[in-house]
């Protein structure tokens, strides 16, 4: 199917008028060929031309690996500050940048894009796509951006709210934009790096926590018109299936699932394309709710919910499938990075698919016919006795991980033995490097039954990581959770009684741990890069950009940025200039609104930064300090009843606390209970008539009445209030009367 996108004379005219407004440039510094001339003979000999990166993990199999040895084992110590640019942003930077003929393609905050002269950092232009602060209710976990494509002078990126555009490589003027999002009125996002596939672009969607189903669209590379849709789950039973895989799947479900729920199975990220087969290889997200039995009471495996796919990139056809975690129910998204790869195995040269989703194991696929070569675990896991030694399906455990009666400790966490942070495989050592974290999740189901919140939160399952930031639950769950969550029982078994991240080298032929390195964080899980000199780089949250011996994990070097980091690094060269390039920023989930006190973001704040390093380099600029915090101003009088405050409490806590923790004044969203005066008398106006709404703050009169927003408010003073007497006493030792 072919739908029009193509943009009538008038129509394009105005809309260059207007993208004139959202884009910035400069005369370029870079001369050379037409910019963003990457095509199919280019990427397949990106060996030839080390000096470039090509996609967002430089080679069509996304090794994140490159061939530089100019800086290597003997001079990383002299490492240093080469350039910086500032995005002027403090939410999440997850991207890889991308280089090409000397300028760096990225992507920041709900998709802007930046183009720089990869030599200097002086900007050549962006883009910024002017985002509704609204769509940030439908972010799950921040509004990040994990990266561009770049094809034949085309840069291609998605915006948080599910536009995808075509941008000249040269000037960023925008050629043509599609919207990807079948439903507005469901909570799709869009937050991963668009796949070049054969003659199309293609893009998924976020939203697995929400009202989401999950499918990608691959468009046009020079239209933007409608090539094929996929969907990941099936849909309404009283309608047709879209495509014929659906009916596979939808044998796989109760035919009284929630449908209108969506079911999840959103591709947030994990494609990677292979030209020599065709194929487009997808992984997909969590079932939506969480818990089997309130989306699918009859059980079954729920196709293709946490799965890999491999997708004829021609016709939009499934070749192959293999799902990693039959009837999820833990929040065990797929969607972490897969790398293609040429492996020796048994004596025979196998082209294969490496990928290490959030369930703990590391898959080997033949990557022509989804055959798992092998398959182990790389963390403790409980949530499966082990694999079918024929299928290698999944043995679910469920007596230790079903959590429909009772609360139940599972591992590894929700956030995954490894997540959306790319993972890097060396050719040189053969090993592929990954940020780790183990550690379990207490889970249960603190509900009986599930209503629809339209483009609101449903996964309606509790999820309390072990030794993490969150509080326990509070004290209004029903007795028998609370009795079930003092059980000493429920953790006795648990591995880490908290969680602890690491960065592995692991054998992929061999099935083994060959190294590892602790990390003084449980969230320095970043990003990975491995060069031909035999270097591995990763940041972390105290802002250090470290580099360890790839064959041992010693640390080499570390640069003390300032600036958090969870970004891949990259790397590139012109002239004889190698450069080491890195966007800083920390962001995903809870990390924008709570970061930890050790970590940089909490100490200098969160400005967006693309930092970039060199041999004979400087000492690295850091930001200044924050300055201490404040006393809380003294709050306006509490005037609601005890009932008044405990609903406002309940309201907050499904509405609002996604993004306001309050529990910490560093992070990138306020802390509600030091508001002033000022904001305490606008609340009304800011929850429900959207008065920041331009700043990110989202509207909320289409969920909340003005008796609700009252009761959150009173909530809030009630907060305030005690925060207020605390600090009080601990100053003065009295305290002040509400």
Same mark, same amino acid.
């Given at each position: ?55 967002? =993990? ?10 530089? &040895? ?22 999440? +930077? /997850? ?10 393609? !990225? ?13 200097? =950092? ?68 869009? &937050? ?69 729920? =969506?079911? =999840? ?26 818990? /089997?039995?309130?989306?699918? %009471? ?16 021609? !016709? ?12 999820? /129910? ?106 780790? !974290? ?39 769950? $029903?007795?028998?959770?609370? !009795?079930? +969550? ?42 990975? +890069? ?32 300032? &600036? ?56 690295? %600029?850091?930001?200044?300090? +924050? ?8 709050? %306006? ?98 305290? $002040?009367?509400?």
């Amino acid at each position: 199917m072919k739908t029009s996108a193509r943009i009538a004379a008038g129509s394009l005219l105005a809309l260059l008028l207007a993208a004139a407004c959202d884009r910035k440039s400069t005369p370029s510094l870079v001369t050379g060929p037409p910019a963003g001339q990457v095509d199919s003979a280019r990427l397949l000999s990106a060996d030839a031309e080390p000096q470039s990166w090509l996609t967002a =993990g430089r080679d069509f199999g996304k090794s994140h690996f490159s061939p530089l &040895t100019r800086i290597d084992k003997g001079n990383v110590r002299s490492v240093g500050f080469a350039w910086e640019y500032a995005t002027h942003t403090n939410r999440g +930077l /997850q991207a890889t940048p991308i280089v090409v003929d000397g300028v760096m393609y !990225t992507s920041g905050v709900a998709g802007r894009v930046y183009a720089l002269d990869a030599a200097t =950092g002086k900007e050549l232009w962006s883009f910024d796509p002017q985002v509704d602060g609204q769509v940030s209710r439908k972010a799950c976990c921040d509004n990040v951006n994990r990266g561009v494509a770049v094809w034949r002078g085309k840069v291609y990126v998605a915006a948080l709210d599910g536009r995808l555009f075509a941008l000249d490589a040269g000037s960023g003027a925008i050629l043509w934009q599609t919207d990807t999002v079948i439903d507005h009125a469901r909570g799709y996002t869009s &937050t991963g790096a668009p796949e070049i596939a054969g003659s199309n672009i293609v893009i998924g969607n976020a939203g697995g926590e929400y009202d989401a189903r999950g499918y990608i669209s691959a468009y046009d590379l020079d239209d933007g018109s409608l090539s094929w849709r996929f969907f990941t789950v099936p849909g309404d039973p009283r309608k047709p299936f879209e495509h014929p895989e659906l009916e596979l799947a939808a044998r796989t479900w109760d035919p009284a699932s929630r449908w209108e729920l =969506g079911l =999840g199975a959103p591709v947030w990220d994990g494609m990677v394309y292979d030209p020599a087969l065709d194929l487009l290889y997808i992984a997909t997200g969590n079932a939506l709710p969480w818990s /089997q039995g309130k989306r699918s %009471p009859a059980g079954g495996d729920n196709l293709f919910a946490c799965s890999v796919l491999a997708i004829n990139a021609t !016709t939009g056809r499934m070749a192959w499938y293999y799902q990693e975690v039959p009837a999820d /129910q833990w929040d065990y998204d797929s969607n972490a990075p897969m790398i293609l790869a040429d492996l020796t195995i048994g004596g025979q040269k196998r082209a294969v698919l490496m990928h290490a989703p959030k369930n703990g194991f590391f898959y080997v696929f033949d990557r022509k016919t989804g055959e798992v070569i092998s398959a182990k675990n790389f963390v403790p896991v409980n949530w499966t006795k082990g694999l079918d030694p024929k299928t290698f399906k999944p043995i679910i455990d469920r007596e230790a991980v079903d959590y429909s009666g009772s609360p139940k400790a599972v591992y590894p966490w929700g956030g995954g033995a490894h997540s959306w942070a790319p993972m890097a495989y060396s050719t040189q050592t053969g090993l592929v490097y990954i940020p780790v !974290t183990e550690g379990a999740n207490i889970l249960f189901d603190a509900t009986d039954r599930i209503e629809r919140r339209p483009a609101l939160t449903n996964s309606v399952t509790s999820s309390i990581a072990l030794g993490a930031f969150r509080s326990m639950p509070p004290a209004n769950l $029903p007795a028998r959770i609370k !009795t079930a +969550l003092a059980a000493p029982d429920l953790t006795r078994n648990v591995p880490h009684k908290g969680l602890q991240s690491y960065l592995d080298a692991w054998d992929p032929v061999r099935q083994q741990r060959v190294w590892r390195v602790a990390m003084a964080n449980l969230f320095d899980r970043g990003g990975v +890069l491995a060069t031909g000199s035999g270097l591995v780089a990763q940041g972390n949250m105290a802002g250090a950009l470290n580099f360890h011996d790839a064959s041992s994990g010693a640390l080499l070097h570390s640069i003390d940025t300032g &600036t958090s980091i969870v970004a891949a690094p990259m790397t590139y060269s012109i002239g004889t200039e190698q450069y080491v390039a890195v966007m800083a920023s920390v962001g995903g989930g809870p990390l924008s609104f709570n970061p930890p006190p050790d970590s940089a973001a909490y100490k200098y704040g969160n400005q967006g930064r693309i930092l970039v390093f060199k041999l004979g380099g400087g000492v690295t %600029p850091k930001p200044a300090l +924050l300055p201490p915090v404040e006393p809380i101003p003294q709050p %306006p009088p509490l005037r609601a009843t005890a009932e008044i405050v405990a609903r406002g409490a309940s309201l907050f806590a499904q509405n609002c606390s996604r993004c306001h923790a309050n529990v910490s004044t560093r992070g990138s969203t306020p802390d509600l209970r030091r508001m002033s005066a000022a904001t305490h008398a606008a609340f009304e106006q800011i929850v429900l008539k959207g008065a920041l709404r331009p700043r990110g703050m989202p509207q909320w009169d289409d969920v909340l009445s003005e008796s609700d927003t009252q009761a959150i408010h009173a909530h809030l003073i009630s907060l305030g209030w005690e925060t207020f007497r605390q600090e009080s006493e601990q100053r003065s030792g009295t305290t $002040p009367a509400r």
